[in-house]
Structure formats: structure tokens, C-alpha cells
């Protein structure tokens, strides 16, 4: 698959973040939709699908794990693709639930710079 069929939302609530994010994303050809806050993500999910979500917990209106597990319950999880949560909470207990609710990949954005998270993005967008 081509980047350019990839669709990546992007769910984060600090701005330059959200943004930083996108730009990578868009310079290396990927279909970006972007979400500050669960609630957002939530609409978009409900209209699209997508090939990955990059999903941080800590929101507004509706956090990460709210927002996963409403999308399981109405059957919608799918339209999130592969979910790699991408916070700065680190805890294993928090690590453990994302993935029992099906998240692939639980990245902590301080641990990363731009274009690690990048290179991490690509390694779970080739088993797409």
C-alpha cells in the first residue's frame, strides 16, 4: 500500500504537538486527520476509517481509554486501525490496559524525539 491510501488520525491535545505530528506524517506522503480531544475523535471515527491512530490518553471531554473502549462497545474499533498510544504516562498498569484493549503500540512521547516517533509510526504502518 502506498502512503498516499494510508490514513493516519492523529488524536493529541497540545497544538504544537498535534501539529508537529502531522507534518511528519504529511511530508512522508500520509493522509493525516487530526483530533484535539476525544470527543473530536470520536465524530471522525464515527464517519471514517482508518489505517492507524496514534491516540494520547491524557484528554479533554474524553481521554484515550474512554474513547477506545466506547468505540468497542458500538462495534467501531476497527474504523481506528492499528491504535498505538502515544502519551507521556508511563505506568505499567496504564501500558497493560492499552494493550488488553487492543492497542499495538504504546510509544511515551518524552522518550522519543520527532523522528524516532516517526520511524515508530512506519514500523506498525508496514504491516498494514
Do not use: C, W
Request: a negative charge; charged letters at 25%.
Amino acid at each position: 500500500m502506498a502512503n498516499k491510501d494510508i490514513k493516519v488520525l492523529i488524536v493529541e491535545d497540545e497544538t504544537f504537538l498535534r501539529e508537529l505530528y502531522e507534518e511528519l506524517l504529511i511530508d512522508e506522503g500520509y493522509q493525516v486527520v487530526t483530533a484535539a480531544d476525544g470527543a473530536e475523535a470520536a465524530v471522525k471515527i464515527d464517519t471514517g476509517k482508518f489505517d492507524l491512530t496514534l491516540l494520547d490518553i491524557m484528554l479533554p471531554h474524553k481521554d484515550g481509554f474512554t474513547l477506545m473502549q466506547e468505540m468497542l462497545d458500538q462495534g467501531k474499533l476497527i474504523n481506528m486501525g492499528k491504535v498505538v498510544m502515544l502519551t507521556n504516562l508511563g505506568q505499567d498498569a496504564l501500558v497493560r490496559r492499552g494493550f488488553e484493549m487492543g492497542a499495538v503500540g504504546y510509544l511515551i512521547k518524552s522518550a522519543y524525539t520527532p523522528d524516532q516517533i516517526l520511524t515508530e509510526i512506519k514500523k506498525f504502518l508496514q504491516e498494514v
